[in-house]
């Protein structure tokens, strides 16, 4: 019977040296949930996943998985956890076919060769040497690896970097089948829309700590709605009207001047009225006009210059 | 109720431990440097035998007091310098890191290594014994479970050295010169490349504390059936009287597993230093 939630991190820090990798983050993921850690490079997310892979102690805190101290008990947590590594640890010399032959051997009631490398694409692979697989090639591998032994929890490490659009998305398919199928799943990603897309709760990190944690929902709430259009060659930027007392910034894009309110609230409606009003009162068409709410990468970015400042 | 204990101290399967042997001889098998260094050098060093036939040095034949020698130093390429290039290499290239993240323990992943070197020691070995018997007037080993032993032990001292060096070399590159110390110190001072017997006592002493200077002192000792650890001229022993000779050898062995062991679990690392 399990009550306890197969991932739990409670203050965990680590260091490499001086540098603190991880300052303190705690956060849970509940069973059969696709948990993401969004960060840029060096924002611990790694460190935090290998920690709970069981390749390090915990500097301090705590981390459980399946209830087990996953360094301690790594014989017990193994073989019931699968891992994607962000990078590298194949053998070249070995097959696809054969890479997947010997993991068998290496893994407890593992799956059928075929039940892994069809789905991995690599179907028609199987009898080339790894060190000839494209790059994104190699991540699927990877995944049908990780996938073997039917793990109770995943953990993916950037688990699409370097595939194009299409393998993207085929792998997009497979992570959501296995946590269709109870799997419990942690992975890191900078892709925002990979996040968008698979998390069912994301953690955005920066420099070691959590900055924002929950649904999709949760994280872009009360980061404003967006207006948005190309300032109309003969004004300037303080000619433009407040919108409920907001003022517009300015961005450029494409070499053009771009006007952007960001309003809170229920401001959207009402902001909008009140610029159509405007222009319309000055007959100026405004190019390129944009009303949309914030999206998780206007929160990423906020996120990492706030935390900067 | 079952305690928490460290991973690595529960033994390892065997199955698992074939398993892992398995994988290193097929990556043996296509890697052909890797190859030279535990088939070819062996077949190098037995060819150098063959003028020393009918020499006679310390009362035995030339060929096969080199050969014996040979016998024992072999562990230095089957099972030192073969284990310090593949360990340096899959820590570098992240596949002892990937094999850990399966559900194999760490000794298993280690100990199939091991075992794979000490399948390849034993080729070689019982090659040479071969060549020694047909072909520069050997005889069968005269007490071959204490030259079982004393091969064993050699095994185990330079695979925990070869966990240890390992550790200290950045890079398989660096792997070629990482070896050399201990690689010249065993050819030079475990009497295998020249008899020690114009050195000073006292030098002579100190190089019998060398890692290979026991494996040899045994292995002779084993082959001949006469004394290779006292001085002077080498006395026959009887049935088990070459167990009582090479005590003080296996002592010496045993020293080196302890320290071997210590300085693997400092220097031993399963994954590259971080920039």
């Known amino acids: 019977m399990q009550t306890s939630p197969p991932i739990q991190v409670t203050g965990l820090h680590q260091r490499y040296g001086g540098f603190e990798a991880v300052a303190g983050i705690s956060f849970d993921v509940r069973e059969g949930e696709l948990y993401a850690l969004l960060g840029t490079n060096g924002a611990g997310k790694t460190t935090t996943l290998e920690t709970l892979e069981g390749h390090r102690p915990a500097h301090a805190g705590t981390v459980r998985v399946l209830g087990r101290d996953p360094h301690r008990d790594r014989r017990d947590v193994r073989p019931r956890i699968g891992i994607m590594l962000q990078e590298g640890g194949f053998f070249g010399d070995l097959t696809v076919a054969e890479t997947v032959a010997h993991w068998r051997g290496f893994t407890p009631r593992p799956r059928d060769p075929d039940e892994v490398i069809g789905p991995a694409g690599l179907a028609d692979r199987a009898d080339v040497r790894v060190r000839q697989l494209s790059g994104g090639q190699k991540r699927r591998l990877d995944l049908a690896l990780a996938l073997l032994g039917r793990p109770e929890v995943l953990f993916l490490d950037e688990p699409t970097t370097g595939m194009d659009p299409e393998a993207r998305r085929a792998t997009w398919t497979i992570v959501r089948d296995v946590v269709d199928a109870g799997t419990t799943v942690l992975l890191t990603t900078h892709y925002l829309e990979e996040a968008e897309r698979l998390a069912d709760r994301l953690a955005i990190m920066h420099r070691g700590r959590i900055e924002l944690a929950g649904t999709v929902r949760e994280v872009v709430a009360g980061h404003g709605d967006r207006i948005s259009f190309r300032l109309p060659e003969r004004f300037q930027v303080a000619e433009l009207p407040a919108l409920g007392g907001v003022r517009a910034g300015i961005e450029v894009d494409g070499g053009r001047a771009v006007a952007t309110y960001t309003v809170t609230g229920q401001g959207l409606q009402a902001g909008l009225y009140d610029l159509l009003r405007w222009a319309d009162g000055r007959r100026v068409a405004l190019d390129g006009l944009h009303a949309r709410s914030a999206s998780l990468e206007d929160v990423f970015l906020s996120t990492a210059e706030g935390a900067d400042q | ?275």
Request: hydrophobic residues 55%; contains cysteine.
């Open chain 2, 1 to 275: 109720m079952t305690l928490a204990r460290p991973a690595g101290i529960r033994p390892p399967g065997l199955a698992p431990l074939a398993r892992v042997a398995r994988l290193d001889l097929t990556l043996l098998w296509r890697n052909r440097s890797a190859l030279f260094t535990v088939a070819g050098l062996p077949l190098l060093f037995a060819a150098m035998l063959v003028p020393m036939k009918g020499k006679p040095i310390e009362g035995v034949d030339g060929a096969l007091l080199q050969g014996t020698g040979h016998l024992a130093f072999f562990v230095v390429f089957a099972v030192f310098m073969n284990l310090v290039n593949g360990l340096t290499a899959r820590r570098e290239d992240l596949t002892l890191k990937r094999l850990r993240g399966t559900a194999l323990s760490d000794s298993e992943i280690l100990g199939g290594g091991v075992l794979t070197a000490a399948v390849m020691y034993a080729v070689q070995a019982g090659a040479l014994l071969v060549l020694l018997g047909a072909a520069l007037g050997g005889r069968f080993p005269a007490d071959p479970l204490l030259l079982l032993a004393g091969l064993g032990g050699g095994v185990a001292v330079f695979a925990l050295l070869a966990f240890a060096v390992s550790g200290l070399t950045p890079n398989s590159d660096m792997a070629a010169l990482t070896v050399l110390p201990i690689m010249f110190a065993c050819m030079g001072g475990a009497g295998v490349m020249f008899p020690l017997d114009a050195l000073p006592a006292a030098a002579q002493e100190a190089l019998r504390l060398l890692p290979l200077s026991p494996v040899v002192e045994i292995v002779r000792t084993a082959y001949f059936g006469q004394d290779f650890v006292a001085y002077g001229p080498h006395l026959g022993v009887g049935l088990l009287g070459g167990w009582e000779a090479c005590a003080r050898s296996f002592a010496v062995l045993a020293a080196w597993i302890v320290v071997g062991r210590l300085l693997a679990a400092r220097w031993f690392r399963w994954e590259p230093r971080r920039a």
